[in-house]
């Protein structure tokens, strides 16, 4: 089972885009989730991570711009991006540390391929 993102694109910046997140197959459960970035020559850090209780964490830089949710019927996590600067410009990685594709069954750091998020100025 993999992870596959959807939702990217080019926007100017001050707009907004809606990222989501699904597991290429049914699923029976999965764990935490986030959402990472990585810009040219940078390295992958987490833009947002959402615990399997509903809890949240973002990083400082899109506080109060990003909002990230999960449906735990769906499985699937969604990022949804507001006032977007040209410096969020990255690829957008959704991210589990576990899941199970069946309830006695489980994959450990799942990552999706990746979708291209470009805002210009």
């Known amino acids: 089972v993999q992870l596959e993102e959807s939702g990217g694109g080019l926007v100017q ?5 809606r990222l989501s997140c ?10 935490d989730m986030g959402w990472y970035r990585q810009a040219p020559g940078k390295e992958r850090d987490l833009v947002a991570a959402i615990y399997r209780g509903g809890g949240t964490r973002y990083s ?9 949710s999960r449906d735990n019927v769906k499985n699937t996590v969604t990022l949804q991006m507001n006032s977007l600067k040209p410096e ?7 991210h589990t540390d576990k899941l199970w594709p ?4 489980s994959q ?5 391929q990746g979708t ?3 805002v210009s100025s």
């Open 13 to 17: 910046a001050g707009g907004s885009l």
């Open 22 to 31: 699904a597991a290429s197959g049914s699923i029976f459960s999965i764990n």
């Open 60 to 68: 400082d830089s899109v506080k109060g711009r990003f909002t990230i």
């Open 88 to 94: 969020d410009t990255a690829v957008y990685y959704c």
């Open 102 to 105: 069946t309830p006695v069954t």
């Open 108 to 112: 450990r750091d799942v990552w999706g």
């Open 116 to 118: 291209q998020v470009t």
